[in-house]
């Protein structure tokens, strides 16, 4: 817990001042993998006005571009693992060059979620001091917004119908090759289902039995 209390300081809290509701991006945009990871632009309790009007900026973009129909900025953004603020979990918001890499996984997210027909908990954006302390990999897409996480156990999911999503979505993986995606499964029965897009096409942990299993047209 200190080490990531220590990696909360190192983010910052360099607000923006840009007009809430704007979806205008910085022409410097950071594809996934590219580049270094980057800080947070803001971090902290998402009650702050000044993250707060961040969050509902990023709703907005989301929107636009069609995507975060079952999600919000402030799931996306969230840290669950660091010390809560006032009782609630602070965010940590991407800088504004990486929020196109999140618009393809959300919407392939909104697609999921529409064929399951059920509640799905997801995490998204981590900063590289945050990802560090929760021991993700070095170049974890979560880093550049373009990953997120499905949080299947905590969703309070059968053993057999965690293996149904995963099989679910690895068959998605399958029908749109194009998205060049990252496709992990941790554990099995599945706790977590790993789903990230634009850096290239690979998979780890179950993530490949699951994709035989989807391949094979076993649900």
């Not at 983010?11 to 950071?30: N, Q, Y």
């Not at 571009?65 to 965010?91: H, L, S, W």
């Not at 392939?108 to 993700?136: E, H, K, S, T």
């Not at 099989?167 to 399958?174: G, I, P």
Request: charged share 25%; proline share 8%.
């Amino acid at each position: 817990m200190n080490t990531l209390i220590v990696a909360l300081a190192g983010l910052g809290l360099v607000l923006a001042t840009r007009k809430k509701g704007s979806p205008i991006m910085s022409e410097d945009t950071v594809k996934p993998g590219e580049g270094e990871p980057q800080l947070a632009l803001a971090s902290g309790d998402p009650k702050d006005p000044n993250i707060d009007a961040l969050l509902i900026e990023f709703d907005d973009y989301l929107s636009s571009n069609g995507a975060g129909k079952y999600t919000c900025a402030e799931e996306f953004f969230q840290m669950p693992e660091a010390p809560r603020i006032d009782g609630r979990r602070p965010v940590a918001i991407a800088p504004r060059n990486l929020w196109p890499n999140a618009i393809p996984t959300l919407r392939a997210f909104d697609d999921l979620r529409a064929q399951w027909g059920r509640p799905l908990p997801i995490r998204g954006y981590r900063p590289v001091d945050y990802n560090a302390a929760v021991g993700g990999a070095p170049r974890s897409i979560h880093q550049w917004g373009g990953a997120i996480d499905i949080k299947l156990k905590q969703a309070g999911y059968t053993a057999s119908e965690r293996q149904d999503f995963a099989v679910l979505a690895a068959r998605y993986t399958l029908d749109n090759p194009a998205a060049q995606w990252g496709f992990g499964v941790y554990n099995d029965p599945p706790t977590t289902v790993h789903l990230d897009t634009g850096y290239k096409r690979r998979s780890w942990e179950n993530g490949a039995k699951y994709l035989d299993l989807a391949r094979q047209g076993n649900a």
